[in-house]
């Protein structure tokens, strides 16, 4: 079966793995729709841990998991620990831990991950990332749907972390919508439940999301596909 099929057959709750060698056509959204209809878009994106034995130490790594996800969607394989160095040559300063990245506000990291997308685009990897904000819960919700849509996925910074619970900031990554009785979901991997092996939310509307995520009536994320 060639690959395009492969990559169409998987369902909706199934990761695929593909390496950083994969060729792709110019449109590379149908091949990640683990869901594709009028009501639900999902791009198959693996959900991995910020603890376990990549981490780096006892440091707060929910950014480098997050990043690593949006990366292997598009068959590009980083460990945390690699991710992690690579941060370190975008700022020799950073070190990932709560006096760098104060609770709630994280923004200089995403514009390091921004910085070091365009340094893997240009060393040939294929992927490439923007770093954007919006300022409502509509725009928010509309704009994951657009990124959905172009089998893109958005690396976003939350003002809190443990579904609103918590009060440090938090990196998730959404990589899908679906619509039920004229409200909108989000599909959403958490790199701080990873390890329970239930990585995938999507009972949470994007009101909600917006409630928890937004800083000061914006949400700032990393949008990240193919180049």
Not at 11 to 25: G, K, L, N, Q
Not at 111 to 118: A, P, Q, R, V
Request: net charge positive.
């Amino acid at each position: 079966m060639a690959l395009k099929e492969k990559l169409l057959a998987v369902a909706a709750t199934t990761a695929i793995s593909i390496t950083s060698t994969t060729a792709f056509s110019a449109n590379p959204a149908q091949y990640y729709f683990g869901a594709n209809t009028a009501t639900k878009k999902a791009i198959v994106t693996p959900g991995y841990s910020q603890y376990g034995s990549e981490r780096v130490g006892n440091l707060w790594m929910c950014s480098h998991a997050a990043l690593k996800m949006a990366l292997a969607t598009f068959g590009v394989n980083k460990t945390l620990g690699e991710i992690h160095n690579d941060f370190k040559q975008m700022n020799p300063n950073y070190t990932a831990v709560s006096s760098v990245c104060p609770r709630g506000s994280c923004p200089h990291i995403q514009h390091m991950m921004e910085k070091l997308l365009w340094k893997y685009d240009r060393d040939g990897l294929g992927v490439s990332g923007t770093y954007e904000s919006v300022s409502s819960a509509a725009a928010f919700g509309n704009r994951m749907k657009q990124l959905a849509s172009e089998g893109k996925v958005a690396v976003v910074l939350s003002r809190t972390n443990n579904y609103g619970r918590g009060n440090i900031g938090h990196f998730y990554v959404v990589h899908g919508w679906r619509t039920e009785n004229g409200k909108q979901y989000l599909y959403v991997r958490d790199p701080e439940i990873a390890r329970s092996g239930n990585t995938d939310e999507h009972s949470i509307t994007v009101e909600q999301w917006w409630e928890w995520m937004n800083r000061n009536g914006n949400i700032q994320f990393l949008r990240v596909g193919l180049r």
